[in-house]
């Protein structure tokens, strides 16, 4: 059995993360002993938030319905008397030219539609997650990333963009995501300006962070080396 609060530590200390990591898992039933979700978010994503923050949680497809965007790439069907609400947003974002029409078939989606979604921190997770969420600065995305490839568990995928929320399918079926995030994900979250998301498969994880202590090691003497030849060949 994983252990995810070590890893959760191991990954925290190796990176100098300042925000847990959140565990996502699909399931396609209701959890019987975890707490469902009391109350409303503006977007999907606002979900990640409250993990981050500390609660352990699922929700179930109704709680989504409040974003249109986060419904599609969860596969959740939005019900006949808010159905047009996809449009309208979509027919917002084509009006803005922050999308294209053509753009929206290849935005990742779920396969199947989830009967319920756990949210955790990352240590306190009661289900093995499907993805873990990393909201980090660049330099520990640098070695999250270089661990994923040391691991062999990379997409190879460029760079994601709006939705943030595209990164969880993509990553559940390609592998590790990197995401700039979006707009409204920044709002809803509280993403800083100078952080990024990682999206790992739940799977990989374990893997991951055994590389990550290797890689976090390389890069300190990397870091003294390059230090050294700076001072020696500068003038």
Request: glycine share 8%.
């Amino acid at each position: 059995m994983t252990d995810w609060a070590r890893l959760e530590r191991s990954l925290t200390d190796d990176l100098g993360l300042t925000r847990r990591p959140v565990a996502v898992a699909f399931l396609d039933s209701e959890p019987a002993n975890i707490p469902k979700f009391d109350g409303s978010q503006p977007s999907s994503c606002g979900f990640w938030r409250v993990a981050a923050e500390g609660a352990t949680f699922y929700t179930t497809p109704e709680a989504h319905y409040n974003c249109a965007i986060g419904s599609y790439t969860h596969n959740i069907p939005l019900p006949v008397d808010r159905a047009n609400e996809l449009e309208g947003m979509l027919a917002l974002m084509f009006g803005l030219e922050y999308v294209r029409p053509e753009e929206v078939p290849t935005i990742p989606r779920l396969s199947t539609t989830p009967r319920a979604i756990v949210y955790s921190p990352l240590g306190a997770t009661p289900v093995d997650p499907d993805v873990v969420l990393f909201a980090c600065r660049p330099a520990s995305a640098m070695l999250l990333n270089e661990a994923t490839m040391r691991a062999g568990a990379a997409a190879g995928a460029p760079l994601l963009g709006r939705p943030s929320c595209m990164a969880l399918p993509a990553a559940l079926t390609g592998g590790t995501t990197i995401s700039l995030g979006c707009v409204g994900n920044r709002v809803y979250t509280g993403l800083q300006d100078d952080e990024l998301y990682v999206v790992v498969p739940g799977k990989s994880l374990a893997s991951i962070a055994a590389s990550t202590a290797v890689i976090t090691e390389a890069n300190t003497k990397l870091q003294a080396y390059a230090q050294s030849r700076r001072a020696e060949l500068s003038r």
